[in-house]
């Protein structure tokens, strides 16, 4: 075996072990989002917002952590929101987003009819967080999502791959390391920049027609870079750098889609641009 291949295997368990120790305690249940408030299958979406909400987390997340504030945000706001779990690995609890892209997508696919049947809605409109701001893409171009979503926002997202400050750029160095990476946690491997599975998602264009896609990035983005990758081209496309609307904003990866109150009216915005209102410093207090 080749001695980058017995340093990485620990490292990536080591990795995946920290994950599931900084996840906190309200992850116990993180199976399923709680029923009262969001995933409430009983919700039928209101004449001014005719689509249900489904929130699709990121790498080392579940659908209850990612979105304790964000839910609540949307349903205060009148929308129906649902969460799901997907990519998980056998043996890993609580962090999940970890498995094979394309599968975790058919998991999408899946859980998308599941809310389209219990609301009676013709579309729902998506919103992701880092590897949930990419992944529904193979959704909508490849599984029929593009027939059942409205609008889809992506948080962070890693729409071109990530070089994690150009660490992933060392790769091709150390012979085998993709290959240890790719079977520990092959939905690691598909966000590096250059992958196969990136490849084939971005071949023929970034967007598909007949969806409106949002994109809400900040400058000071550590997981995802360069930051400028998270951008997508299209006709139907509005890229947001949250700075250009708030200088003073410093929120990094995380604190985009978790916390981050300026970052949301900017989702609120894409989700019913017929009553946008303009986003500042002071939409933070909103």
């Not at 094979?100 to 919103?127: F, H, W």
């Not at 946690?185 to 896609?213: E, M, R």
């Not at 930051?227 to 006709?235: A, E, M, P, W």
């Not at 989702?267 to 017929?274: F, G, R, S």
Request: glycine share 8%; proline share 7%; aromatic share 8%.
């Amino acid at each position: 075996m080749l001695p980058w291949k017995r340093l990485l295997r620990p490292l990536t368990a080591l990795l995946l072990t920290a994950a599931v120790a900084a996840v906190p305690a309200t992850a116990a249940h993180a199976a399923s989002a709680p029923d009262s408030g969001w995933n409430d299958y009983s919700c039928r979406p209101s004449a001014a917002h005719p689509h249900p909400v489904v929130l699709v987390h990121g790498t080392f997340a579940n659908s209850t952590d990612n979105w304790l504030t964000l839910a609540p945000y949307l349903e205060a706001r009148g929308y129906c929101v649902f969460s799901l779990d997907y990519g998980q690995l056998p043996g890993v609890p609580l962090v999940y987003g970890l498995g094979p892209i394309d599968k975790s997508a058919e998991q999408l696919q899946v859980y998308v009819d599941k809310v389209l049947a219990a609301t009676g809605a013709a579309k729902a409109d998506l919103v992701g967080h880092s590897q949930g701001g990419m992944m529904p893409r193979y959704y909508l171009k490849f599984l029929g999502g593009a027939a059942k979503v409205n609008t889809f926002v992506g948080i962070a997202p890693d729409n071109h791959g990530t070089t994690l400050d150009g660490l992933t750029e060392l790769l091709p160095y150390f012979p085998g390391a993709e290959d240890v990476i790719s079977s520990a946690a092959p939905g690691l491997a598909d966000q590096v920049a250059g992958s196969a599975f990136l490849a084939k998602l971005n071949a023929g264009g970034d967007t598909v027609p007949g969806v409106h896609y949002t994109v809400i990035a900040t400058k000071y983005d550590e997981v995802v870079t360069p930051y400028t990758s998270q951008f997508l081209s299209g006709s139907d496309v509005h890229n947001v750098l949250i700075q250009n609307l708030c200088s003073v904003d410093l929120s990094e990866h995380a604190l985009l889609g978790l916390t981050d109150r300026i970052a949301f009216h900017e989702v609120a915005n894409a989700l019913d641009p017929a009553h946008a209102t303009a986003t500042n410093c002071l939409s933070a207090l909103s």
